[in-house]
Every structure is written in C-alpha cells, then in structure tokens.
C-alpha cells in the first residue's frame, strides 16, 4: 500500500504521458484507496458465535518465514504472526494473521516506499485521509522504534466499534517508509497489542543494502537529480522526481516527470498539446495554452490550475526523432515556492537523438 497523491495530479500524469505508461504514482493512488474501502467493509464483529468457524489450517511457522527484508528494512514476524494470503493480501507487501485468530478477521499489511522522503509523521496523516470519515477517534503518537522516528496513529471503525486501527510508519535516515496497519477485531485486542510490538520491535534498517541512482538515462535524454529533487520512478523513456525533504502535504505532492516517445506513430507536439487542454477544459480546469521556448526547442506550455489546488504546467516539444513532455505538478500553496527550484532541476535534461523506432 502506498501513499495516496492527489487524484488531479495522477489524473494529469497519466495523461500527459508521451508513452501512455502506468507510473508507480499512479499505482500508489489506488492502491491506498481500494484498500481504504475493502479493508473496512469486511471487517464486522460476529453477532453470533459459529459452531464451525471457517479456518485455514494453523501450523507452525518456520524461521525462514518469519524474517522480512524490503529496501534496507528487516522484521520478524515473530511466534504469534503467520503469513497469510487471502482477503486483501493483495492490497499490502505482505500480509499476516494472528495464529489463533479463528475467525479470520483481522490481517496485518505492511509496505514499504522510497518514492516519497518525508517524516513518518506527515506520512502518516496523509494516509489517512485516504480512509475519509471512516477511522473516528483517532489518536497520534510519536516515539522512537530502535533509534528510527515512528509515528503512530490508532482508532476505531466508525460505526464498528470492534474494528480497531493500528497505523504505524517508520523512517529510515535515508527517508525510506516502512508502514505496518493492523486492523482487528477488539476480541484479539490483547494478543495482537502484544503480536505487533514484538514485530516492531525487531526492526532495523541496512543503509548499504540500499543503492540510489542519481540521474537517468534513455535513449532519448539524461537527467541528474538536483537540489531536493530526487529520483521517484522510472518506467521506459519517462522518470519522475518528487520533492524529497517535504515538510508540508503540498511539497510531498510535488511531482517533475519527463517522458519521451520515439515510435514512428508518435503524434506531434501541437497535438499532444491540443488534447491536454481539451481534456483539462472538460475538467473544467480552464486551462492557458501559449507558445514559448523551452531548453532551445519550440514548445507548446499548457497551464491549468484545478479547483483541488493542484497546478500543472506541461510543456510539449519535439525533435526529429522524438515527441517531449515535461510536467511540473505542484500545489497552488507552495506553486511560487518550488517552480524555480522544478525549474533548476529541467536545466540539467540533456536532449539526444535517438534513431526512430
């Protein structure tokens, strides 16, 4: 599960797109939202108790299975905790279950992402507001798991009180989050208070099993990441920076992306251009459309600022050999603040000539 952007600014990712390639962002949108739904949905306290509770075979869990490795960060699972792969095991990295708990209720999912460097607190409150109204009564802690800042946040199901919410984020030095959400019913309250700190427990962190790459390289350009600005995804001929040292929801939600289409059916850049600000219009984003320079090429610049806050500025140019898009997506809050700074970033985009697919 990761962390939710705004679906403005995922919307506009995708469709800028030179490629049509599904970002890593756009993932993380969704995934935090489906399992904002199913998650709460499916868990309800038994009005009656089953004769026959419907289980999976309990064994024993081997050591191999306990210990988990994801970007630097290891755990264990502990004796209470099993893997466990049913209900919303898809919505998680990994997903476990009480060994005792019969009713199959409850799971724990935990992720884990590098795509956004910001303190597990801020972490944390944005997730959240992913689950809407549905987590009441919430309460925030912050302390410390084996020397990395943690922060907690706990509640209950609005109108389920035997559903409670663990939601605890972990940040590395290197801004890595590792994330660990329990939801259980309060009848196992005991068993997993006591399951779960003993996972947390035994986390630590590997700072040399994580290499980073700084730049980016296609056939089409390359890129160094600059001043706050690092490296979030990369998918073929498009990467994505975001802001790594965010401090506010707005420069968490700040995004730069370069994409780059060299295939022979490729659509012009006063194309792409056109069918950015008809789509914005239906938004009714009321979108500007002008004609600039961009990095010595003539580029069409399209820029809207949507009802949510979000402004985008996408710029479209072509060479002989490839159409371009650059997108600066940032909140209107912080829009002054970061543009120079985006803007410091693209005057390192080398532009080369790849030959024509």
């Known amino acids: 599960m990761k962390i939710k952007l705004l679906p403005i600014m995922l919307a506009a990712s995708l469709l800028l797109t030179c490629g049509g390639c599904r970002s890593r962002h756009e993932e993380q949108s969704s995934v935090a939202e489906e399992s904002s739904e199913k998650v709460i949905d499916e868990i309800e306290e038994p009005t009656e108790k089953p004769t026959e509770p419907v289980t999976e075979p309990i064994t024993e869990v081997s050591e191999d299975e306990k210990q988990y490795l994801m970007k630097g960060f290891s755990f264990n699972i502990g004796k209470a905790l099993r893997p466990y792969h049913g209900a919303y095991s898809d919505k998680f990295k990994y997903t476990f279950r009480l060994i005792n708990d019969v ?90 208070e006591e399951a779960f700190q003993a996972l947390l427990e035994t986390v630590t962190y590997d700072e040399t099993a994580v290499s980073e790459t700084p730049d980016y390289t296609c056939p ?57 600000y008809d789509s914005f219009s239906e938004k009714n984003a009321k979108p500007d459309h002008e004609e600039c320079e961009l990095f010595g090429y003539n580029a069409h610049h399209i820029h809207m600022l949507h009802s949510s806050g979000a402004c985008i500025d996408a710029y479209f140019f072509e060479t002989d050999q490839a159409l371009y898009s650059v997108q600066i997506m940032l909140m209107d809050d912080t829009y002054d603040e970061l543009f120079d700074s985006a803007m410091e970033l693209l005057s390192g985009l080398v532009i080369t000539n790849p030959k024509t697919s």
């Open 103 to 192: 009713y199959q209720s409850s799971v724990v999912g935990v992720t884990v992402t590098d795509e956004v460097r910001v303190s597990a607190s801020l972490y944390g409150e944005a997730y959240l507001k992913s689950f809407g109204e549905d987590i009441v009564g919430i309460e925030k802690s912050e302390y410390e798991i084996n020397g990395f800042d943690a922060c907690e946040f706990s509640g209950t199901m609005n109108g389920n009180d035997y559903a409670k919410v663990r939601f605890v984020t972990i940040s590395s030095p290197k801004g890595t989050l590792l994330s660990f959400m329990a939801i259980y019913l309060s009848k196992y309250d005991k068993q997993y």
């Open 220 to 276: 089409e350009f390359s890129i160094e990441s600059a001043g706050n600005w690092g490296i979030s995804a990369v998918e073929e001929s498009t990467v994505i920076f975001g802001y790594t040292k965010a401090d506010s929801v707005g420069e968490m939600n700040s995004l730069v992306r370069i994409s780059a289409d060299s295939k022979s059916s490729r659509i012009d850049a006063e194309t792409a251009a056109r069918a950015a």
